[in-house]
């Protein structure tokens, strides 16, 4: 069985190639093949004619896709539209990878499947718009919202916050944004386990449990022995480079995925493999 991985090279991209049987796994990034470009994904789908797609790749920056809405749509609507119809043309699986940022954070508990989608920033809405396509255009797929993703290959604040703190620097970190930590080891195994199953549909994964970016940070320099007095309280407020908005609390709720597959375990013990595992 062929497996095509877009934004392979990528954070969560790099643990789901662990898991996969190298021979019969492609792995693309954005210097292989540009999404956006519907005759280079079209040649992309004739050579390898996968059976199962993990699409990943993703215009991510949240602030950056505020300044640069049209690179943003480039990537996550136009690009995933044409993943989307070549997936559909060769019967392909197509698993897609969206986020909590479709929300505006406005409801008091975890969001579910249900729940009405209201994003407040560009990256929001290109990714809302991008499940869209893909529950329009595909028969066989599954989206998967997830939140704030880190793990040992990520270039974000979520992973990079140890070694950050590790050297000693002192770090400004918000008490007012409020979601669920996903270890990327363990979303990239959630994703096969999906992919493998017969679950078409929306569902949320990340792990149990939920905290702001502060208590996140805390709980590190608990782990690692750290001074937390290198943790500056701040509200979002208090950024002066925070372009987009964001949602104050974008908990997810993972019931579903627990009836469907089984209970992700809590954030702070995947956060304490990672440290202890791929950190310390």
């Known amino acids: ?31 292989d093949v540009d999404i956006a470009n519907f005759y280079d994904v079209r040649r992309l789908f004739n050579r390898i004619q996968p059976d199962i797609v993990f699409h990943l790749a993703a215009f991510t920056d949240v602030d950056r896709c505020e300044c640069e809405p049209v690179n943003a749509f ?6 995933t539209f044409n993943v989307a119809f070549f997936a559909e043309e060769f019967s392909a699986r ?24 209201c994003p407040l920033s560009v990256y929001g809405k290109t990714k809302l718009e991008g499940e869209r396509i893909i529950r329009d255009n595909c028969g066989n797929y599954s989206i998967v919202r997830t939140s704030r993703i880190f793990g040992k290959y990520g270039h974000n604040f979520a992973s990079q916050l140890p070694r950050k703190l590790l050297q000693g620097h002192k770090v400004k970190i918000t008490t007012d944004l409020i979601n669920s ?40 320099c608990k782990q690692l022995g750290l001074d937390t007095s290198l943790l500056i309280p701040v509200s979002i407020n208090d950024f002066a480079d925070s372009i987009a908005k964001r949602p104050s609390f974008s908990t997810l709720d993972t019931s579903l995925f627990g009836r469907k597959f089984y209970k992700p375990r809590p954030w702070h013990q995947a956060l304490e493999e990672f440290l202890n595992q791929e950190i310390s």
Request: glycine content about 8%; some cysteine; overall charge neutral.
């Open 1 to 31: 069985m062929k497996t095509l991985i877009t934004g392979g090279t990528g954070l969560v991209g790099r643990y789901l190639k662990e898991l996969l049987p190298a021979e019969e796994t492609f792995i693309l990034s954005r210097q």
């Open 74 to 79: 480039r990537t996550n609507v136009t690009g």
């Open 181 to 220: 930590p996903t270890y990327a080891r363990d979303l990239a195994v959630a994703l096969v386990q999906i992919a493998t199953s017969k679950f078409c549909g929306l569902i949320h994964f990340c792990n149990d449990g939920y905290c702001s970016w502060y208590d996140f940070g805390f709980y590190i």
């Open 94 to 117: 197509i698993i897609y990878l969206s986020t909590d940022f479709v929300f505006d954070g406005k409801k008091n508990s975890p969001y579910n499947e249900l729940d009405i989608t």
